[in-house]
Nanobody, 129 residues
Framework: QVQLAESGGGSVQTGGSLRLSCAVS????????MGWFRQVPGKEREFVAV????????LYADSVKGRFTISRDNAKNTVYLQMNSLTPEDSAVYYC??????????????????????WGKGTLVTVSS
């Protein structure tokens, strides 16, 4: 089993930036793919971004493309989500997730949350106008 611990959430104003971190421990070799998802009350958890540990392939939701950057530090077993130009619509609990499988783009866009095997407890991001 993989343990995931998010950090870096907080409150910022519109246009601000935050960097989320996800520390990975346990069976790290099984977490070939790492992702970030987010959820607001009353809505389903939605895909934000995903990255491969090996090779660094990335994929982003259209809503964050050009503003968010997912990256990883293999030596530190940590995945990051740099979030710039934040808007109130980005307010949510952000979850880190791990998977052994890299899915198609359409899968992540429509049902990516079902393909992840392990989840962190989440970190809250609040963007005020």
């Amino acid at each position: 089993q993989v343990q995931l611990a998010e950090s870096g959430g907080g409150s910022v104003q519109t246009g601000g930036s935050l960097r989320l971190s996800c520390a990975v421990s346990g069976r790290t070799f099984s977490s070939a793919v790492m992702g970030w998802f987010r959820q607001v009350p009353g809505k389903e958890r939605e895909f934000v971004a995903v990255i491969k540990w090996s090779g660094g392939n990335t994929l982003y939701a259209d809503s964050v493309k050009g503003r968010f950057t997912i990256s990883r530090d293999n030596a530190k077993n940590t995945v990051y989500l740099q979030m710039n130009s934040l808007t109130p619509e980005d307010s949510a609990v952000y979850y880190c997730a791990a998977s052994t499988v890299w899915y198609s783009d359409s899968y992540y866009y429509t049902r990516g949350r079902y393909g992840m095997d392990d989840w962190g407890k989440g970190t809250l991001v609040t963007v005020s106008s």
